[in-house]
């Protein structure tokens, strides 16, 4: 038998990203909690009709923004950690208000496919 008839076929490395991170997200509802490929913790959520996804770390102290995906404070007009009650602004992930003022949540790329899925990634 040849070398190449005993190798077994090799895991697609795209295969994780071939599945979607949300079938829907509704305004002002719960993240969609996901793994970057490298197996961050990120999330996603959906503001004034778009789609903004961020890695799930408040740069005050490194802890994860989210309390059971919940990030969106109760106006719904920022996102919140949980644990610092620093507050962000959803569609730039920068922070208006609490002990990181300033700083920035790091954005992940995400697209939304005309269904409403949202999918690791630019589009493209």
């Known amino acids: 038998m ?7 076929p090799q895991p697609d490395p795209s295969a994780a990203s071939a599945l979607p991170l949300a ?3 509704a305004e002002g509802g719960l993240a969609a909690r996901f793994n970057t490929p490298e197996g961050v913790p990120a999330f996603a ?8 996804a961020y890695l799930n770390q ?3 102290a490194g802890g994860p923004l989210d309390f059971e995906g919940q990030v969106l404070e109760s106006s719904g007009r920022f996102l919140m950690c949980a ?10 992930g920068k922070c208006v208000g609490g002990p990181c ?10 697209h939304e496919k005309a269904d409403g899925s949202v999918w690791p990634g630019a589009a493209g």
Do not use: K, M
């Open 2 to 8: 040849t070398e190449a008839a005993t190798t077994a």
């Open 23 to 25: 079938t829907s997200l």
């Open 45 to 52: 959520v959906r503001w004034q009709g778009a789609v903004h």
């Open 58 to 60: 408040c740069p005050h």
């Open 83 to 92: 644990r610092h009650g620093a507050i962000f602004e959803p569609d730039t």
């Open 101 to 110: 003022r300033g700083a920035r949540l790091t954005p992940v790329a995400v």
